[in-house]
């Protein structure tokens, strides 16, 4: 059986997520913004929290942790270069590591540029990589800590998985974050299309997470940022790609 993954939805707008085999019986949670909606989620299914993957240190990700492991028993993995500010980690993982959860390879990967230390967990088998405030649904976090050219690698490195990927992001921003990629690429009709299914999505009450990195790749402005023909509209030509990247970024900070 293909591992399971549950998309929990906690507080106003935060997504926590649940990774089940059913061979082992293992389930691992990514990120704990909230205790009640993710244990809800485990009895309803009836399954053991075994891990708990933290990808950064915001308080929105990572409230339930110390509750979660209390209660279960779990493992909880986090990134070694931000262990002083994580609860505390049964394993610290650093950048391209690989370990064990459900039964199949995760690898680690430094996403730094929201915060510096944050991580994205990538799980090939699932065609799945868990970004939180990286890469998001036509968006990127904020850079409350690292850089442009940080976050630039970062989403670079993302970018280079394979476009079947399916992106698991940690906030329900997809339509604001449409809103905006539409000043950047008006004419765009594959974002054009894109923003019609997630107004569509979401007044029906539904996620709009995840998405593939195909769709990201055709409509995520801050994804897009190297194309000469983005360049040349926003005035650019010739421009590096990190710095076109900080003018988006800029504007969506302003937006």
């Not at 994205?120 to 442009?148: I, N, Q, W, Y």
């Not at 476009?163 to 940690?170: A, E, L, P, Q, R």
């Not at 194309?227 to 010739?238: F, N, T």
Request: hydrophobic share 45%; net charge negative.
């Amino acid at each position: 059986m293909p591992l399971q993954i549950v998309t929990v939805p906690c507080l106003s707008d935060n997504y926590a997520y649940l990774m089940h085999d059913d061979a082992t019986g293992d389930t691992a949670l990514v990120d704990a913004p909230e205790v009640a909606p993710i244990e809800a989620a485990l009895a309803e299914r009836g399954w053991r929290l075994t891990d708990i993957l933290v990808t950064h240190h915001h308080h929105d990700h990572i409230e339930g942790v110390d509750a979660l492991r209390a209660a279960h028993g779990a493992r909880v993995i986090g990134a070694a270069r931000d262990v002083h500010r994580l609860p505390a980690l049964d394993l610290a993982a650093a950048d391209g590591e690989t370990v064990e959860v459900c039964g199949t390879p995760v690898t680690v990967l430094d996403v730094s540029g929201h915060t510096v230390g944050h991580i994205a967990f990538h799980v090939p088998a699932a065609k799945a990589v868990f970004t939180a405030d990286s890469l998001m649904a036509l968006g990127c976090g904020r850079l409350f800590e690292g850089t442009a050219p940080q976050m630039w690698v970062s989403l670079s490195k993302l970018a280079a998985l394979p476009d079947d990927t399916d992106i698991y992001s940690g906030h329900e921003y997809t339509a604001a974050n449409a809103r905006f990629a539409l000043t950047i690429e008006p004419d765009n009709a594959a974002l054009k299309a894109r923003a019609e299914a997630v107004a569509q999505a979401r007044a029906e009450g539904r996620p709009t997470v995840p998405s593939t990195l195909a769709e990201e790749k055709a409509t995520n402005p801050f994804l897009r940022a190297a194309l000469p023909a983005l360049k040349d509209s926003l005035g650019m030509s010739g421009a590096a790609d990190e710095d076109v990247f900080a003018e988006i970024r800029g504007r969506k900070d302003r937006f």
